[in-house]
C-alpha cells in the first residue's frame, strides 16, 4: 500500500471516530435543552455542561473540517496527485484567463497549483527510518603474518635453552696404516631466548558494551589484529631476537659487477649464498611495495621477467622454486621496507607461545568499580630462539643493487 492511500485510510477513521463523538454529544446537547423547556429554567450546573457542549461541538466540527481539508490535499477523489496532474488541474482553472490573455484582453494571470509535499520541506527528526548495517567499519591490518612460515611450538617455562655447537676443528681425512688419525673437537654452548609478552587494553563502560550491538566483538578482533601486527614487528626486528637482527648477514662481495642487477637477482643471489651454507631456502619475504618494483621489471626489449601469470595472474612468484612472500610486516616502522629475508626457516628458529593471545575483560581494575568500567586485557607471551644464524640471509634490495653495480 502506498502512502497516499495509507494516509487518506487514517485520517477517514480519525474522521469516522470524531463524527461519532460529535452525535453523542449533540445528542447530549438536546436532552439538556428539552430538560430546561420542562423546567422553565437551568441551574448552573446545567448551564455550565450546555456551554462547553456547544463549544465541544464546534471544535470536533473544525477538526472534522480539517481532516476533509487534508484528504483532499492527497488526491483528487483518493487519487495520489503528481506535478503533472496538479499543473494539469491548474490549466484547468486557469483555462478562462488563457483564452482572454491570447485574444489580448488581459496583459497577464496568475496560475496556483497546491503544494506539493517533499521530505527535505515537510519531514522533521526520523520519519523514514534509515535501514541498518550491522558491524562496524574499519580499514583492515595485515593478512599475512610472520608466524604463518615459522614453525611453532609450546612452552610451560619462561625460557627457552637449546645447546649450540660452536668451534668445530675438523681434521677428518685420509689416514695412512699405522698413523694416528685427526683429532676433532668443538664447544657446546647453552644459549637461552627468554619468553616476553606483547599486550595492550581498553576501557570501556559496561553502558557501552551492553547498548552497542557486537562492541565486545569487535574490540577482540580488533585487540587480536594489532596484537598480531606488534608480533611481527618483534618476530623480524627485536633488537635481541628479531630474524633481520639474528640471520647472518647477506655477503655483499660475493655479488658484484652487474650493471644491470634487480631485485631478481640480489635474491638469487642470496638463495646460493643460503644453499652454499648447506640449506634449503623456504621461502622469502620482502615489502608489498618492493614485490611490486620486482615483478613490474623488464628486459631490453621491454619484456616482463616474470611470467604471465604472475604479473597479470594469481600464482605466487617463486625463485629457483623458493616462493616469494609480499607482506607489510617487512616495513619502514619497525625496519626498511627495502629489507628482504631468505631463510630456511624450519632450521633457521621455532616460535614457542607460553600463552597463546587471549582477550580477558575485567570489572576490578584501577577505579573500574566506582566507574561503572571494564578493562578489556589482550595480551601473550613467546620466546622467538633463533638456532642456525646460517640458515637464514637478510639484506637490503637498495645496498645490495648498488653494490652489485658499482663494484
Not at 52 to 59: A, D, K, R, T
Not at 223 to 249: H, I, P, Q
Request: proline share 3%.
Amino acid at each position: 500500500m502506498d502512502l497516499e492511500n495509507t494516509l487518506k485510510e487514517g485520517l477517514a477513521s480519525v474522521k469516522d471516530g470524531l463524527a461519532s463523538q460529535t452525535k453523542a454529544l449533540e445528542e447530549r446537547y438536546s436532552k439538556l435543552e428539552e430538560q430546561v423547556k420542562l423546567s422553565g429554567e437551568a441551574d448552573q450546573s446545567t448551564k455550565s455542561e450546555i456551554k462547553n457542549l456547544e463549544e465541544l461541538i464546534v471544535s470536533q466540527k473544525e477538526r472534522i473540517e480539517s481532516i476533509e481539508k487534508n484528504n483532499n490535499r492527497l488526491g483528487n477523489n483518493g487519487k495520489p496527485q503528481s506535478l503533472k496532474s496538479m499543473l494539469h488541474e491548474g490549466l484547468e482553472a486557469s483555462k478562462d484567463k488563457i483564452e482572454a490573455f491570447k485574444a489580448g484582453q488581459i496583459s497577464g494571470f496568475t496560475m496556483d497549483t497546491k503544494a506539493v509535499i517533499t521530505e527535505s520541506g515537510a519531514y522533521t527528526g526520523d520519519v523514514v527510518p534509515a535501514d541498518y548495517v550491522p558491524g562496524f567499519k574499519f580499514d583492515p591490518d595485515r593478512k599475512v603474518h610472520v608466524r604463518q612460515f615459522l614453525p611453532v611450538g609450546t612452552t610451560n617455562s619462561d625460557k627457552i635453552r637449546y645447546i649450540k655447537e660452536t668451534n668445530f676443528t675438523d681434521n677428518t681425512g685420509i689416514t695412512p696404516e699405522g698413523d694416528a688419525s685427526g683429532q676433532n673437537d668443538f664447544d657446546l654452548v647453552a644459549t637461552d631466548a627468554v619468553v616476553e609478552k606483547i599486550s595492550a587494553h581498553f576501557r570501556v563502560s559496561k553502558e557501552a558494551l551492553n547498548d552497542t550491538a557486537g562492541l565486545a566483538s569487535h574490540i577482540s578482533l580488533r585487540g587480536m589484529d594489532k596484537y598480531m601486527t606488534a608480533e611481527d614487528g618483534y618476530n623480524l626486528y627485536d633488537s635481541t631476537y628479531g630474524l633481520t637482527v639474528t640471520s647472518t648477514d647477506y655477503a655483499l662481495d660475493q655479488y658484484t659487477g652487474d650493471a644491470d642487477a634487480q631485485e631478481y637477482d640480489v635474491l638469487l643471489e642470496a638463495i646460493k649464498q643460503i644453499r652454499n651454507r648447506n640449506f634449503q631456502p623456504s621461502a622469502v619475504m620482502m615489502s608489498i611495495s618492493r614485490y611490486f618494483n620486482m615483478i613490474r621489471n623488464k628486459d631490453a626489449d621491454g619484456r616482463y621477467i616474470f611470467p604471465q601469470d604472475v604479473i597479470f595472474g594469481s600464482r605466487v612468484p617463486s625463485i629457483l622454486g623458493v616462493p616469494v612472500i609480499a607482506t607489510n610486516a617487512i616495513n619502514d616502522t619497525d625496519g626498511d621496507s627495502d629489507d628482504f629475508l631468505v631463510a630456511d626457516f624450519a632450521q633457521l628458529c621455532t616460535l614457542f607461545d607460553r600463552e597463546s593471545v587471549s582477550v580477558r575483560f575485567y570489572e576490578q581494575d584501577q577505579d573500574n568499580a566506582i566507574k561503572d568500567l571494564v578493562t578489556v586485557q589482550v595480551a601473550g607471551r613467546l620466546a622467538l630462539p633463533t638456532y642456525l644464524p646460517n640458515a637464514g640471509a637478510f639484506g637490503n634490495f637498495t645496498t645490495a643493487i648498488t653494490n652489485a653495480g658499482n663494484s
